[in-house]
């Protein structure tokens, strides 16, 4: 299964330098580019959310911490002081892996971190970017937050339910989309924004969300 998407329909303006932790080009970060598959190795265990990565891979009933996961697991805890410290970034691990964090998958990180199971939930259920479940292989997730309202995000919400023929936290009958409206993404000044798994698109207006439905469909496995 190859998520090498080549070229991009969109291009992304901000560029913040390169972070370090990936070593992105420009290109890549701006969308002239795309990089598919996240790097085995994890070099940032907890920048999962952060980096234009397109995590369309995720299985609900794939193995948790297994293999090179494993390996991604004993590297965040060899990052924290405790193994309490460590659960944010174990939960975004198994959440990259199944792509929601299901209640087994709490208290597998429950179990791992030798946390009591309650407290994990209570944890996991506080943040919303942590899903509770299953989502389309695209969570596209819109800003309707101020700045992105005030230049169109309401239609913007509406173009991407109209193309994915969905309602809001509806998954479409292909599996492949989960649309629903986001708080402000960070991103004021280039609304609207819109997070579609790990990566952002930014500037979206009403008329290019065809094209990016229809490239992320032409994605298929
Ligand atoms: S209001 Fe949309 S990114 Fe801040």
């Known amino acids: 299964m190859s998520h090498d998407v080549g070229k991009v329909p969109f291009k992304n303006p901000g560029w ?14 701006r969308g002239d580019d795309f990089v598919g598959e996240r790097p085995k190795h994890g070099g940032h265990a907890s920048g999962a959310g952060t980096l234009p990565y397109m995590l369309a891979d995720k299985s609900p009933e794939a ?11 004993d590297k965040i805890l060899t990052r924290y002081p405790t193994k309490r410290a460590a659960l944010l970034p174990a939960l975004a691990l198994a959440q990259e892996i199944r792509g929601h964090v299901s209640p087994e998958s709490m208290d597998r990180v429950a179990e791992l971190l030798e946390l009591s199971p309650a407290y ?3 944890v996991a259920t506080f943040y919303t970017m942590y899903n509770k479940a299953p989502v389309g292989r695209y969570l596209v997730q819109v800003c309707t937050n101020i700045s992105c309202n005030l230049c169109g995000a309401d239609e ?3 173009t991407f339910l109209r193309y994915t023929d969905t309602e809001i936290g509806e998954t479409s009958e292909d599996g492949n989309f989960m649309v629903v409206e986001a708080e402000c993404l960070a991103a ?3 609304p609207t924004c819109v997070q579609i798994n790990s990566r952002y698109y930014e500037n979206v207006t009403p008329a290019e969300v065809q094209k990016i439905v ?6 298929g496995d």
Do not use: I, M
């Not at 913040?16 to 970060?29: H, I, K, P, S």
């Not at 193995?63 to 697991?73: D, N, T």
């Not at 229809?214 to 994605?219: G, R, T, W």
């Open 120 to 122: 994990v939930r209570g």
């Open 188 to 190: 004021c000044g280039f």
């Open 63 to 73: 193995p948790l911490f297994e293999g090179e996961y494993k390996q991604r697991f």
């Open 156 to 158: 913007v919400l509406a």
């Open 16 to 29: 913040a330098g390169n972070t370090g932790e990936f070593d992105l080009t420009e290109a890549q970060v």
């Open 214 to 219: 229809e490239h992320l469909k032409a994605q």
